[in-house]
């Protein structure tokens, strides 16, 4: 037996193998003391319904990338600080804020590209086109899925940024009815993450990690800005600039909450009536495509036929 006839074969055995145990992995369950461990980690943990079990299957899963990432991403890690530190603020803003997010999306990245590399050879193998240029296929496949996590974090990222745009006036209204209510702003954004759990996740998430740094003990100046860079959304930073300020200089926080929330629902009001007055331009494309063909054979297509028999006559 040659090469080309015993390659398919091991690298069946081999994605088959790797594939039962990532199964065996992600189908140990985790006691109790491992789950209560990872809800005091994240808050947001206490917040869901069934917290055990959202804890084990977070392990389950965080474990099979951890057990490997150590050696699979460092080959890919940055050389220099402020390459870390991006991709980090990157991370963060995608939702991924766990010192490990780094190591663990590079090593994502590192299994991509052999998974690319063995599915190419496995198409040759299987097409039986070793001759020319077959070697450019797993090349091809196995840089397209290098990049692919690369592109889903920027999808993830620029959602999720979105989404706490469009989620943030209605919390700082809220916000603004625990201020005034006599709560504190540690106190109001507890109250915040508490109630607006289910409509406004992200937000939520947010503010959870924020009053959970300060309760740690790290000052409030140190705990705004960070919420401004963890999410990535000029409105957060602005919001987080305002309350430094008033923090700084002792004025009310209640007016300046009210006052950027008024300032977000108009950008979200002139945001909508832009995309509302961009509809017009947009359907020129599919009525030029779509529907104006079929309306020029209906209308000129008798005419064609009557023009085609009359000069046959």
């Excluded at 401004?228 to 987080?240: P, Q, S």
């Excluded at 945001?271 to 359907?283: D, G, I, P, R, S």
Aim: glycine share 6%; hydrophobic share 50%; with cysteine.
């Amino acid at each position: 037996m040659d090469l080309t006839t015993i390659l398919p074969y091991s690298i069946f055995v081999a994605v088959t193998a790797g594939f039962w145990s990532a199964s065996g992995l992600l189908m140990r369950r985790s006691n109790r003391t491992s789950a209560r461990l990872d809800a005091l980690r994240n808050p947001l943990l206490r917040q869901r319904r069934d917290p055990v079990l959202s804890a084990a299957r977070m392990n389950a899963m965080s474990s099979l990338v951890e057990r490997a990432a150590p050696a699979l991403s460092r080959a890919l890690e940055p050389k220099s600080e402020t390459e870390q530190s991006l991709l980090r603020v990157r991370l963060a803003n995608a939702g991924f804020s766990r010192p490990t997010a780094v190591r663990n999306f590079l090593a994502i990245k590192a299994l991509s590209l052999g998974l690319g590399g063995v599915l190419g050879l496995m198409w040759i193998s299987l097409r039986s086109t070793w001759a020319g240029n077959a070697w450019m296929i797993p090349v091809v496949l196995a840089c397209a899925l290098f990049y692919a996590p690369e592109v889903i974090l920027s999808l993830i990222r620029s959602g999720r940024q979105d989404k706490i745009f469009l989620q943030l006036p209605d919390a700082l209204d809220l916000l603004v009815v625990c201020v005034e209510a006599g709560l504190g702003l540690d106190q109001g954004m507890r109250r915040v993450a508490e109630e607006l759990n289910q409509g406004a996740p992200e937000v939520c998430e947010e503010l959870a990690t924020a009053n959970m740094q300060l309760q740690m003990g790290k000052q409030r100046r140190e705990v705004l800005h960070d919420l401004g860079i963890r999410t990535g959304v000029d409105d957060v930073k602005g919001l987080a600039a305002i309350l430094i300020q008033a923090d700084r200089f002792g004025s009310s926080i209640g007016q300046a909450l009210r006052v950027h929330s008024e300032t977000m629902r108009v950008k979200r009001r002139q945001l909508a009536e832009e995309k509302a007055q961009q509809t017009a331009v947009k359907m020129i494309f599919p009525l030029v495509l779509f529907i104006f063909p079929g309306i020029f054979v209906v209308l000129v297509g008798p005419a064609a036929i009557q023009l085609m028999n009359n000069l046959v006559e």
